[in-house]
């Protein structure tokens, strides 16, 4: 069956770094386009960034534009979420999704499969 699991997760203050990896099994790794969501206390889900499964295309919600990076490696069936320069809005559990497809969705009903989620938290 399709899992995924995600890592990095933690604790920093406001203007660190964290890289999130997620590993995907059960699928054809590359032709499974990968993305983040996230999802404060109290708050809507919201799209954090994609990538189709041959990197050529990804994209990325205005708030996080400049400073997250998405990334795979095919070869090692992972997703990667490079975060720079936290701010404390970002705080949120980050959850890992995959999709049957390579086009990169930025609208979660697209993606059917989900990780478990990793916690975030950015101290100001």
């Known amino acids: 069956q399709v899992q995924l699991a995600e890592s990095g997760g933690g604790m920093v203050q406001a203007g660190d770094s964290l890289r999130l990896s997620c590993t995907l099994s059960g699928r054809t790794f590359s032709n499974s386009a990968m993305a983040w969501f996230r999802q404060g206390t109290g708050k809507e889900q919201e799209f954090v960034a994609a990538?189709?499964?041959?990197?050529?295309?990804?994209e990325y919600a205005n708030s996080v534009k400049g400073r997250f990076t998405i990334s795979r490696d095919n070869a090692k069936n992972i997703a990667y979420l490079q975060m720079n320069s936290l701010k404390p809005e970002d705080t949120a559990t980050y959850y890992c999704?995959?999709?049957?497809?390579?086009?990169?969705?930025?609208?979660?009903?697209?993606?059917?499969?989900w990780g478990q989620g990793t916690q975030v938290t950015v101290s100001s």
């Open positions: 999704t995959s999709r049957s497809g390579t086009f990169a969705y930025i609208n979660s009903a697209a993606y059917d499969y």
């Open positions: 990538i189709s499964g041959s990197a050529d295309m990804a």
